[in-house]
């Protein structure tokens, strides 16, 4: 937790991006019945059966100290996924970034080994080259910024029903296209004095 507290209190620095990383699932949903559109004083009625299409994935970038996000939409999340997601990073969106400085969870698909499953040595230990990881504690998802962002995407884009990744992926991208162009920044208050004291049943006690 205090290293992960300690990378979002560095300064901005475009050399080396801090940027938050996520994933998450939307389920794609077909109308059974068309919905009724809205009247004078009435909003539009959906019938409550509706058919399951599968699901889509989104990864999430989020640079805090820059007010820009980079979302995704895949398929699947799988180790092959997130490897081609995090390339798509490094190359198109911080080409010129010196090394990009990535906070995410621990799962198991989050790491260098994830490269090399997806692509030729050479290439993995370029891309990794370019890296440095820091991982949220376990339960500590709430430290990654990312997952706050997805949050938003969800309630502001995602709060209702869509029938297929092609639509998923047009929405998303207006949102991000809308959201950026806010440049609303992320101001990260949370300190580490200030984990020391609200958290302190987490850190071992010493007799003196």
């Known amino acids: 937790m205090e290293d992960v507290l300690d990378v979002y209190h560095r300064p901005y620095d475009p050399q080396r991006p801090v940027v938050c990383v996520d994933e998450a699932s939307k389920q794609l949903i077909v ?32 640079e805090p100290l820059a007010g820009k ?24 969106v ?24 997806a692509f030729d040595p050479p290439t993995a230990w370029q891309l990794a080259a370019r890296l440095e990881i ?15 962002e ?6 502001q884009c995602l709060d209702r029903r869509i029938d ?3 639509l998923l992926a047009s929405e998303v991208a207006t949102w991000e296209q809308l959201r950026n162009a806010h440049q609303a920044k992320i101001d990260w208050q949370f300190t580490t004095a200030d984990a020391r004291t609200k958290l302190k049943r987490l850190y071992p006690s010493f007799q003196t």
């Open 31 to 62: 109308e059974v019945r068309a919905p009724l559109p809205p009247q004078p004083g009435q909003v539009a009625k959906y019938d409550s059966e509706y058919e399951r299409r599968g699901t889509a994935n989104l990864f999430m970038a989020v």
């Open 69 to 92: 996000r980079t979302v995704q939409v895949t398929d699947r999340r799988t180790k092959t996924d997130w490897a081609q997601f995090i390339r798509w990073l490094l190359t198109k």
């Open 94 to 117: 911080y080409p010129e970034a010196e090394r990009v400085v990535l906070v995410m969870d621990n799962l198991n698909t989050h790491s260098v080994g994830s490269l090399y499953d």
């Open 134 to 148: 820091h991982h949220t504690p376990k339960h500590g998802s709430w430290l990654n910024m990312a997952e706050t």
């Open 150 to 155: 997805l949050s938003i995407l969800s309630r």
């Open 164 to 166: 297929c990744k092609e």
